[in-house]
């Protein structure tokens, strides 16, 4: 059953293609978000005495952390797939065909990104996620949508290079203290202790930078701004909660690697540093900014930063990592879409042409405020419960320097985001901007409300089975409960 998940939207993103209508083809997508999250919970839910799901020899492997990942790619996917129809019809002047095809096409390589348990087949996977996706982002067809993309492109090759010169470097690091040479996680983690210090140091940095630059963590952020600004909703979506969390994963497989050895101290240093970094750049550029759909970019960078600042932290911060990559997540689902509407109402990203979103898109101006107090932290949302996790750790560790720098980046991000919120759904529309033929629907509406939805559940309590879930994917990292 392993395979049916990737085979699955393939095999889908093929229908897409030959369909010939585009008013119909859209309608595909819901149906086979439907299909992957059955066979996702088919796998997921398999009993532990049948054993476990892996295929090709071990090079696919499900386990917990795989399990938590692609549950809740399958979950995201499904919740975009049910505004997408609504969206397209809006967008009847663009042909959706590749638009569609992309969107199930990339649905297959981020499952098998999660399913890969082979360092060079998991690099094959995320490059062809990024490839995959790029043509989404193009969907308008604008000069700047041009440039976004190629730039995604661009930056991304170069953090792909290095990752593959990084896993290189962890191979040799094995070859230089006379084991077999390997990629499989499994054995990688076994021969941990006796790898190479040297060169495992420099395996880690490599690919650190290199997944990194896929999550978009600063220094390596610079194609996150125009991406996510001129991407459709649905897509940045994607890419903030989907590609990003695939890459996070990537990180968090060599990061096993480092604390199976003697080289955990090290790798955590690096990752408090740059989540820290990520952190500081995102409230600096946060601060007065005027596109607010750029501004939901720098948001991002600040959360792939808190990934990785929990992680490097350790101890009960590395299961409130995790389940603030499903809370971010979710929460980014709100802000992008309630921002797609937004944009779609007025015809500007700008906050000097967006004011008053309340009065002219109610629904959406609402959705894109509590969006914003969701991910600023505000209970009793999700985000607040593992961003109070993950610097409740920090303190009870003794980390007070990063548990303070934590508290004040956030009190900048809170202040600077929502002085261009707040300008967006406040006060009265602007009498230069003429109103668009956009209103509020259920079609457009709706599958922001049910984000919504999730985001205060696991603000209020988190299911049994997935609390079950992360904290075996957490012991994978090291935490003992």
């Known amino acids: 059953m392993i395979y049916l998940p ?88 663009r042909p959706n065909r590749v638009f569609c095809t992309n969107l199930f096409g990339s649905l297959a390589t981020m499952t098998l990104v999660t399913l890969s348990h082979h360092l060079g087949l998991m690099w094959v996977a995320m490059e062809a996620t990024t490839l995959v996706s790029a043509p989404s982002i193009y969907f308008n067809h604008s000069a700047r949508s041009l440039e976004a993309t190629w730039k995604y492109l661009l930056v991304g090759s170069v953090g792909i290079s290095l990752a593959l010169l990084g896993s290189l470097f962890l191979a040799y690091s094995a070859l230089k203290s006379g084991l077999d040479t390997t990629l499989l996680f499994d054995q990688l983690i076994k021969d941990a202790p006796h790898l190479s210090p040297p060169w495992l140091h420099a395996a880690f940095a490599l690919l650190f930078v290199g997944y990194g630059t896929k999550m978009g963590l600063a220094p390596m952020h610079t194609w996150k701004p125009d991406a996510y600004g001129e991407a459709p909703g649905i897509v940045g979506t994607l890419l903030a909660a989907g590609v990003t969390s695939c890459a996070f994963l990537a990180v968090l497989r060599v990061y096993q690697i480092c604390r199976a050895g003697t080289e955990a101290e090290f790798a955590r240093e690096i990752m408090i540093s740059m989540g820290l970094l990520s952190m500081a750049v995102a409230a600096v550029f946060m601060v007065r900014q005027r596109d607010f759909k750029r501004m939901l970019a720098y948001s991002s960078i600040e959360h792939m930063g808190i990934l990785v600042l929990g992680v490097g ?14 809370n971010n997540g979710l929460t980014k689902g709100v802000l992008f879409l309630s921002a797609g509407n937004i944009h779609r109402a007025y015809g500007s990203k700008l906050t000097d042409d967006v004011r008053g979103a309340l009065q002219r898109v109610p629904l959406s101006g609402a959705l894109f405020l509590v969006g914003y107090l969701a991910i600023a932290g505000s209970p009793p949302f999700g985000p607040f419960v593992s961003e109070f ?25 809170f202040i600077g985001m929502g002085a261009t919120v707040l300008a967006v759904v406040l006060g009265n529309p602007s009498k230069k901007i003429k109103p668009t033929a956009f209103h509020d629907n259920v079609s457009t509406g709706g599958p922001i409300l049910l984000f919504v939805a999730l985001v205060l559940v696991l603000g209020l309590f988190i299911p049994a089975p997935l609390e079950s879930l992360l904290g075996e994917a957490a012991a994978q990292l090291g935490l003992s409960r």
């Open 6 to 93: 990737i085979l699955f939207p393939l095999a889908m993103a093929a229908v897409t293609f030959a369909s010939t209508s585009n008013r119909w083809r859209p309608w595909l997508l819901p149906l086979g978000a439907i299909g992957h999250l059955g066979l996702v919970l088919a796998i997921v839910c398999q009993p532990a005495d049948r054993g476990p799901v892996s295929g090709l020899g071990g090079w696919l492997l499900l386990d917990p952390l795989g399990k938590v990942i692609l549950g809740f790619l399958s979950v995201l996917f499904f919740l975009c797939s049910l505004y997408a129809p609504g969206y397209l019809a809006l967008r009847a002047d």
């Open 313 to 326: 932290i350790g101890g009960m911060a590395v299961y409130g990592a995790l389940l603030h990559l499903i």
């Open 389 to 413: 996790t993950i610097v409740s750790a920090a303190i009870d560790s003794g980390q007070f320097l990063a548990g303070g720098l934590f508290l004040l980046f956030l009190g900048v991000v």
